[in-house]
């Protein structure tokens, strides 16, 4: 089973300083047709003008990770933590029984782009916590790149969910195989550019859900960059 979801038909919410597009139900965002795909909840597309921003609000519950295309965005919380997250860092934050925090466009004169992640953790009530890596373009260049799994295996960052996600970029055209065990499923978010997966076109801001196939073709184009997650 394949189930396209294409850019075009995502929620949108622009509000001047904050440009989003939501591949499921978020916000004043309401489809019943997409409220999330298996333990996945929310991958919103934002761009925030310079010097704007999330002020201080809470999460529980929620495995949260943000992945920045360009610019940089400042990030304070509850825990202690403020860092600035770049493009190649994966930031995790397990919101867990309650944390507080903001986010901010660290630039007063350029936009911000980023990835937002929502996924369902496997128990409630976890103790929160905060961890960020940086990937470099070379690790995840032709290949797919592990960069959050159950236990951080591979020098990936760990999240408490038996969800496995991973980057790739091409620089020339290429396919890449990606075998899903039984039960498994997938959904592939194209960042840029253009790919198929099993001879299905996909572009950018599209995304596809995937289940009941025993390996994944992605055949891409240079300039192309996704983000896959194999779910439970």
């Given at each position: 089973m394949f189930l396209h979801r294409p850019a075009g038909e995502r929620g949108h919410a622009n509000f001047g300083w904050l440009d989003s597009h939501h591949s499921f139900s978020f916000g004043q965002y309401h489809d019943p047709k997409h409220m999330g795909f298996r333990v996945l909840r929310v991958i919103n597309e934002d761009r925030v003008a310079p010097g704007k921003g999330f002020g201080t609000h809470s999460h529980r519950d929620m495995e949260i990770l943000t992945y920045v295309i360009s610019g940089g965005l400042q990030h304070k919380d509850s825990l202690g933590t403020g860092e600035v997250i770049h493009p190649g860092d994966v930031q995790r934050m397990t919101a867990g029984s309650g944390v507080s925090h903001s986010e901010f466009n660290a630039s007063s004169t350029e936009g911000v782009h980023f990835l937002q992640i929502w996924v369902l953790p496997e128990a409630a009530g976890l103790t929160p916590s905060y961890a960020q890596?940086?990937?470099?373009?070379?690790?995840?260049?032709?290949?797919?790149?592990?960069?959050?799994?159950?236990?951080?295996?591979?020098?990936?960052?760990?999240?408490?969910?038996?969800?496995?996600?991973?980057?790739?970029?091409?620089?020339?055209?290429?396919?890449?195989?990606?075998?899903?065990?039984?039960?498994?499923?997938?959904?592939?978010?194209?960042?840029?550019?253009?790919?198929?997966?099993?001879?299905?076109?996909?572009?950018?801001?599209?995304?596809?859900?995937?289940?009941?196939?025993?390996?994944?073709?992605?055949?891409?184009?240079?300039?192309?960059?996704?983000?896959?997650?194999?779910?439970?």
């Open positions: 890596k940086h990937y470099s373009d070379q690790e995840k260049t032709g290949t797919l790149r592990l960069l959050a799994s159950r236990g951080g295996r591979d020098g990936s960052v760990h999240w408490n969910q038996k969800v496995d996600l991973y980057a790739s970029k091409w620089a020339e055209s290429q396919t890449l195989l990606h075998p899903l065990a039984a039960g498994r499923h997938a959904w592939i978010q194209v960042i840029h550019g253009a790919l198929s997966v099993n001879d299905r076109p996909l572009a950018a801001g599209d995304g596809l859900a995937v289940s009941g196939e025993p390996e994944l073709h992605l055949k891409g184009t240079p300039g192309a960059e996704i983000l896959l997650f194999d779910l439970p």
